[in-house]
Structure formats: structure tokens, C-alpha cells
């Protein structure tokens, strides 16, 4: 199986920051797409950003030019920065991958972490 742990996440006054990582482990022979979705309480959960193996990356109109993810192939990690946060930004941040497995090759899942809470306020 496989686990995606994530980190970082807290409480930050408005225009603060915060680095969000989530580290993958277990029966993983590659990683495809890495993202980072969130959901407040009350939404669906959306799509933050997200970075291909190639590293081409692709985000939300809403956070664009103020989060960037990155990813650590050695570490099997997607990292997301957050800058100039907002309080709209609140929420619980999940990550995901889709990893081939290194038992059964050719299957690929998507897998999810656990949520990290995000929370913006003053």
C-alpha cells in the first residue's frame, strides 16, 4: 500500500505564509500527477494546484502568482508555498497522487492524504 503524509499547515494572520509538504511511502515504483486540493466547510473540495512528473504545473485562477507547488522526486514529495494568504484561503488542504504500483506494474491509483487545516484569520 501506500501512505501520503502531510505537513505544515497552522494558523497565519492575513498576507502570512505557510509550506505545505506531503510525502508519499510505500509500494511506489513512480509518481504521475502531484496536487493539492482544499475544501472549506460547506464547499466541495477544489483543485489548488498541481505539478506533472515533467514538472509542468497548472493552478487556480484564485491563487495564481501567490502559491507555487514544487515537487522532490528523490523525496517522493510535493511541496505547495503559500504566500500572501488569505482568509478566504481557510481550509482543510488535502494531497494527491496517482502512483503506479511497484508490486503490479502498469497499476496506477490515485491516492489521498489525510488534511492538513489551513486557517487564515487575525
Known amino acids: 500500500q501506500v501512505q501520503l503524509v502531510e505537513s505544515g499547515g497552522g494558523l497565519v494572520q492575513p498576507g502570512g505564509s505557510l509550506r505545505l509538504s506531503c510525502a508519499a511511502s510505500?509500494?511506489?515504483?513512480?509518481?504521475?500527477?502531484m496536487g493539492w486540493y482544499r475544501q472549506a466547510p460547506g464547499k466541495q473540495r477544489e483543485l489548488v494546484a498541481a505539478?506533472?512528473?515533467?514538472?509542468?504545473?497548472n493552478y487556480a485562477d484564485s491563487v495564481k502568482g501567490r502559491f507555487t507547488i514544487s515537487r522532490d522526486n528523490a523525496k517522493n514529495t510535493v511541496y505547495l508555498q503559500m504566500n500572501s494568504l488569505k482568509p478566504e484561503d481557510t481550509a482543510v488542504y488535502y494531497c494527491?497522487?496517482?502512483?503506479?504500483?511497484?508490486?503490479?506494474?502498469?497499476?496506477?491509483?490515485?491516492?489521498w492524504g489525510q488534511g492538513t487545516q489551513v486557517t487564515v484569520s487575525s
Open positions: 494527491n497522487a496517482n502512483i503506479e504500483d511497484s508490486w503490479y506494474r502498469g497499476l496506477v491509483r490515485s491516492y
Open positions: 505539478i506533472t512528473s515533467g514538472d509542468s504545473t
Open positions: 510505500g509500494r511506489i515504483f513512480s509518481i504521475n500527477a
